[in-house]
C-alpha cells in the first residue's frame, strides 16, 4: 500500500502526516503574518485543570464523543490540532481570528477553523471551532453555551410571602479546624478608644447585639 501524497509505503493518502501538514501551513500563510490589523478574541484560561473545578459537558463530534470546557468568559470556541486530526476534521477553514488571547496576555495562533455537525443532549447544530496548535483542553464559549441551553441566565428571583431570614442563623454539624500556635506570645495591649461623634451609633449597635446574644455584657 502506497500513499499517493509523499510515495511512502504503510498508509493512505488521506492519513498522510505531510498532506496535514501542508494543509495546515497553507491555511495559516493564507490567513497571514501580520499583527497590527489582525483579529484576537478572548478565551481566558486554557488550562487542563480538574473537571471537578469547572463545568464540562461532552459533545457527540461525528462518532466521537468528546469532553469540553464551558467558558461563559470565553469569546468563542477552541480545538487543539491533535484533536483536530483525531476527529478527522482536516483540512481547516480560514479564519478571520488571527490570534487568541489568554488572561495571562499569552497569544496563540489561529492556524484556521472547522465547523462539525455536533450533538449537543441530543439536539444536532454545526458549531464553529477555532483550531491553534497548543494542547489546550476544548472548550465552549459563552455564545454556544447560550445558543445550545447549557447555561441559563437568571435576572431575577421572586418568593412570595416567605420569610427568608428569621434572627441569627446556626449552623450546625459542622467542625471548625483552626491552627493554632504553639507556645504563643500575646501582648495584652488597651482598647481603642471610641470616636466622640460615633458614640451613640456605636452604643445602640452593641445594645441591638446584645439583645440578639451574639455578645455578651461582661462587668
Given amino acids: 500500500m502506497e500513499c499517493h501524497t509523499c510515495a511512502?509505503?504503510?498508509h493512505f493518502a488521506t492519513h498522510c502526516p505531510a498532506r496535514k501538514a501542508k494543509t495546515v501551513h497553507a491555511v495559516l500563510a493564507e490567513n497571514g503574518s501580520?499583527?497590527?490589523?489582525?483579529?484576537?478574541?478572548?478565551i481566558g484560561a486554557l488550562e487542563a485543570l480538574?473537571?471537578?473545578?469547572?463545568?464540562f459537558e461532552t459533545v457527540k463530534v461525528n462518532i466521537r464523543k468528546v469532553s469540553v470546557k464551558l467558558d461563559t468568559g470565553a469569546h468563542?470556541?477552541?480545538?487543539?490540532?491533535?484533536?483536530?486530526?483525531?476527529?478527522?476534521?482536516?483540512?481547516l477553514k480560514p479564519s478571520p481570528t488571527k490570534w487568541l488571547l489568554t488572561f495571562s496576555n499569552h497569544?496563540?495562533?489561529?492556524?484556521?477553523?472547522?465547523?462539525p455537525v455536533c450533538t449537543v443532549k441530543q439536539k444536532q447544530s454545526r458549531i464553529t471551532f477555532k483550531v491553534v496548535e497548543e494542547r489546550v483542553i476544548p472548550l465552549l464559549g459563552r455564545k454556544t453555551c447560550i445558543a445550545q441551553k447549557m447555561i441559563t441566565r437568571i435576572d431575577s428571583l421572586e418568593i412570595d410571602d416567605v420569610e427568608v431570614y428569621d434572627?441569627?442563623?446556626c449552623l450546625k454539624g459542622y467542625i471548625y479546624d483552626i491552627d493554632l500556635v504553639e507556645n504563643a506570645q500575646w501582648?495584652?495591649?488597651?482598647?481603642?478608644?471610641?470616636?466622640?461623634?460615633i458614640r451613640d451609633q456605636v452604643k445602640k449597635e452593641?445594645?441591638?447585639m446584645d439583645k440578639l446574644g451574639v455578645i455578651e455584657r461582661i462587668h
Fill in 206 to 208: 452593641l445594645d441591638a
Fill in 107 to 115: 497569544k496563540m495562533r489561529v492556524l484556521g477553523e472547522v465547523d
Fill in 50 to 55: 480538574d473537571e471537578g473545578e469547572d463545568r
Fill in 187 to 197: 501582648e495584652s495591649r488597651p482598647a481603642r478608644h471610641v470616636p466622640h461623634s
Fill in 8 to 10: 511512502h509505503k504503510g
Fill in 76 to 91: 468563542c470556541n477552541v480545538l487543539p490540532l491533535w484533536m483536530v486530526e483525531k476527529l478527522e476534521l482536516l483540512p
Fill in 34 to 42: 501580520g499583527e497590527s490589523s489582525e483579529e484576537e478574541l478572548f
Fill in 167 to 169: 434572627g441569627l442563623g
